[in-house]
């Protein structure tokens, strides 16, 4: 189950990195787009990448003894950055400003995996070293 986890990773770590060229390199400059906007962007951007290293810490988790509340905080993760950082990816790409609406669905399933991950934790007793 952990590769699962690491491949989530990956993938929106490269996203993250993809997202964050293209908005400093394709969208700075580009007439229609507002200062602002390239920060919410970013902050897009930013958000993906924190959450591709939380889901690394999800599959050491799970590599080490894993748990609902583990599995959980990673599907947390990986959908909730889907919701968050896409909805403010297509809000500046495509000026559709009704999906500031939906980011915080994303918001709160990325504050739930927070809290799932300390609740694998918490339940892993030695399982995990520290």
Known sequence: MWRRWVIWAAVHGFLAVACGAFG??????????EPRMLEVFE????????????????????????????????????????????????LVLLDLRWLG???????VALLAGWLLLGVGAWSAGRALPG
């Open 101 to 107: 609406a939906i980011t915080p669905i994303g918001g």
């Open 24 to 33: 400093a390199h394709q969208l700075r400059g580009r007439a229609g787009i």
């Open 43 to 90: 902050t897009g951007s930013r958000y993906q990448m924190y959450h591709a290293l939380a889901l690394l810490a999800v599959a050491w988790m799970a590599s080490r003894q894993g748990g609902g509340a583990v599995q959980a905080a990673g599907w947390c993760f990986a959908l909730g950055v889907c919701v968050f950082s896409g909805s403010l990816y297509l």
